[in-house]
């Protein structure tokens, strides 16, 4: 089947086409559809499946150009490259507005925002040749309804469409251009691939890395715009502006949940390293500020700064080419690697992202699965929110895009907003100030399943899961979870034991902050009082400063005074 790839594999090339690659082309080639959308997980090898299909339909002059239409600048790079080793000459220099390119390329690779600059010009350049259209990560085509009109309006009259994804579900219902919507008989529409490939299957068939998920959460304080100080723990139940406040608490460089998640990420890390010499980490930040500060928390930790990736610097590209070709420990990014680009070499992921949407989280984890030989496997580390605990539980879930009608959609939001009553959670978020921060480690989520025990951030138990070694198989991963499980069980003091005595003040505040935080969050959902309130009153009540200075008698003493007030029903 053309054309024979190099012996050295390429992004985005195989020297033989995977099982799944095989069974997908021949389908096309049975059907010859002038639509096809595969989804396949990120890592599976979509690039290899389009620039062999490519080449065929050439080698059969069903087609004689090629349009690659990626989400980013540096993706356009990546599939010029990968078409390159396999002889098809890609431009990703191609400019809309110039209209022609070289006789040398048979194709030309550019965005959906370069598409949405100029539709007509590529419509007229479509209809000139007998053109394939390669939409990468095609979802992308429905983020707004300019590119979605763009992408229908200049490759509408394409000769084929080869739609490419590893998410194909988005956070909302704007339709994405060429794919196909069916009933699913509950009233709604859903997106039907020709070809699908999900994590399970190539977990199964060892294309892709199991996953583990490392969550810390930890106390968080804060001051609200109107002056509240809320002390409340990351994950806890909390209303969603609470939650959204802690997160970014949590994330905030100044704090100490920061430098100790990335301490533990840095030590696994090196545990990696020991079994995967040029392994390497990535952090996820949310913004530039962020970055930075994080690449600097990094310098301090390694010893060496880490590559920073800022997405409007002319060299980003370059940066994370050569980051993938080297043996440099830690990039730091916002969002620019979040999908697509390839890096085999990343065992380690920070997600230090305010982002929780499900497709922004399954993008992200797609950097780490890409499996280069057998046994390894990719730590992710994440705030310990329940989405994003959900999202990590769920890797194996299989999902389509699902559109309802736009009359379902507003009856129904019309519907929640009448029988809610107004609480916190109504009012807008605003600005706040994060106070500080701990850092605990939580749990670690593998399989669907969770492991481990509440500890603090340094402590025995958190180093026996950031030193499980770099090169297992997911039954032998899975076997030594428990087995560290069952460890920490039988070292949890009983109560009335002697240990709790020996704790030092430290850990005896966080302890008493951590049961206050709980018995506040309790009051709120039976009160609807705002956690800032609540805190507020106890002290009135009991004297004393702020939770985060409190003593530990000042502590105690409200823990009290809370729990005679659920008792009673009351507050004096």
Known sequence: MPPAFPARAAWGTVKNLRAWQTAALEQYLETNPRDFLAVATPGAGKTSFALTLAAHLLSRRQIDRIIVVAPTEHLKTQWAEAAARIHLAIDPAFGVKQGRTSRD?????????????????????????????????????????????????????????????????????????FVRYEPDGSGALRSRPDYSYGYAEALADGIVRPVLFLAYSGEMQWRTSAGDEVAARLG????????????????????????????????????????????????????????????????????????????????????????????????????????????????????????????????????????????????????????????????????????????????AELLVAAERTLSEADVPEGEFTALGSEADFDRVVFDGGEFGLTAQAGSEEEQDYLGLPGLLEPDQVKDLLRRHQAN?????????????????????????????????????????????????????????????????EELQERIDRIREWAVTGRRD
């Open 236 to 411: 806890g139940p909390l209303t969603k502006d609470l939650a959204s406040q802690a997160l970014r608490t949590a994330l905030d460089p100044q704090g100490s949940w920061m430098p100790a998640v990335l301490r533990a990420a840095d030590t696994r890390l090196t545990e990696i390293r020991s079994h995967v010499p040029d392994a390497g980490g990535l952090v996820i930040a949310t913004d530039q500020t962020a970055a930075r500060a994080y690449a600097d928390l990094l310098r301090t930790i390694t010893g060496t700064r880490p590559v920073l990736v800022l997405s409007d610097e002319p060299q980003s590209s370059k940066k994370i080419s050569a980051f993938a070709d080297g043996d440099a420990r830690w990039m730091v990014a916002v969002r620019m690697v979040s999908e697509g680009v390839d890096v085999p070499r990343l065992a380690v992921g920070v997600y230090a992202t305010s982002t929780s949407t499900p497709l922004f989280f399954a993008q992200a984890v797609g950097r780490f699965v890409r499996a280069r030989s057998k046994g390894e496997s990719a730590s992710v580390f994440v705030p310990s929110v329940p989405s994003l605990l959900l999202y990590a539980s769920e890797m194996e879930r299989e999902r389509d895009h699902v559109l309802r009608a736009t009359a379902e959609v507003d009856e």
């Open 488 to 552: 920490h069980l039988s070292r949890t003091p009983q109560e009335g034991g002697t240990e709790a005595s020996t704790r030092s003040t430290h850990e005896e505040l966080r302890g008493l902050r951590r049961d206050l935080n709980g018995l506040v969050a309790a009051w709120h959902h039976r009160t609807d009082q705002p956690h800032g309130v609540i805190h507020a009153s106890l002290r009135a009540a009991c004297g004393g400063p702020p939770t985060a200075i409190a003593s530990a």
């Open 105 to 177: 390329f048979v194709g030309v690779a550019l965005t959906y925002a370069g598409v949405a600059a100029n539709p007509l010009a590529l419509r007229i350049r479509t209809e000139g040749f007998k053109t394939l259209v390669i939409l990468d990560e095609v979802h992308h085509a429905g983020d707004a309804l300019s590119w979605g009109e763009a992408v229908r309006e200049a490759f509408e009259p394409a000769a084929r469409r080869l739609m490419l994804t590893g998410t194909p579900f988005r956070s909302d219902t704007n339709p994405i251009p």
